[in-house]
């Protein structure tokens, strides 16, 4: 019989309800109880799953059950919440980002510590066949010395969704625009694909929507490994485009379209000498022509990599490990955007400690 761990969310609004699909999905997770400020969410998403409604989590923590909690609720609210669920004694999931601010970071680290429990981060795409495929391919060596790596997100996200939520585009709770609330997820595979980033240049701006954070971004990095790369983002992007993350090297080069390995050539697999100016086919080929999932409507993402992402969590739980995204990786991402925005303040150069 499998011990299932009992889990509770925090926030119905739309990513909610997949935590509640994929958790659902999980034979060694049992979904117990939900929780919004907004009764007739925390409602409707408790008569689907048959799980008892709250409107405030304190409330839940002191009548229920449970194992594992999952915040769902606006980003500028995760560390207060992850830090309650941790200190009230519960592992916690945090959907991303981690946090906005650095202070909160640093203060979901220390209680996560102080109180042994597990921390993980969603960053569903690290889990995306294409991206575990490149990242053991780059643990091989595959691609030789890495010289650039890129990531391009030309979104769409229409005026009606930035004002569909009060904390949508603000600094105090979304914490950014297109970088911190959409871009994340291809920053993370980036780093995590090409190692830490040592420096940033940037320019941003809010071109096309009535917001207070951007909706436009281009930054210049430097990797800790020398090679050189691109954040290109936005969500002016009418209807939304292919989302692109390309990978560099002097032996092979790899390219992820909407989350699938669109591209890979490694000089290992060639079975004849390449030629002075390069060229050669691919050897897989082929999701060009996926719809860009995500790219133009916030709730198309599938919620197999979520079920994946905690199925990681339980795992952890179970053999008192650590999720493959912890506090302390999920910080990563946060610290670029961070330092891109200090660049675009500032028009210099941000190192990253
Ligand atoms: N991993 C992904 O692909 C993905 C996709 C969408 C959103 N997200 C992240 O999920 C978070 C939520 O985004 P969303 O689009 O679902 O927002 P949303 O506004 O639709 O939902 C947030 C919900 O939290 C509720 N809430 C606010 N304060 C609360 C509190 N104190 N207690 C309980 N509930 C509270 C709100 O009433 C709302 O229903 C954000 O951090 C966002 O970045 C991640």
Redesign the pocket.
Known sequence: MVDKLRFAI???????P?HAEAIASLPDAELVAV????QE?AQKLAEKYHVKAYS??QDMFAAEKLDVIDI????G??GE?ACAAMRAGYHTIV???MEITRQRLDEMLQVQRETGRKLAV?S?HRFDEGAVTVHRLLQEGAFGRLVLGNAAIPWWRSQKYYD??A??GTWELDGGGVLM?QSI?SIDVLQWLMGPVKSIYAYTDTLVHRMETEDVAAAVLRFANGAVGTISATTGAYPGATTRIEIFGDKGSAIIENDQLAYIHLSRDDTEEIGAYGGGAAVKKGAAEKAAA?AAD?AA?QSNT?AMQIADMIRAIKEDGTPLVDGTTARHPVEIILGIYESARTQKEVILS
Do not use: A, Y
């Open positions: 925090v926030g119905c609004g739309v990513i909610g997949l929780t919004d400020v907004d969410k405030n989590f769902c609720t606006p980003s609210m995760h919440h959907e991303k980002p969603i569903q569909s939520g904390w949508r609330n997820h995500g916030p993402i979520h």
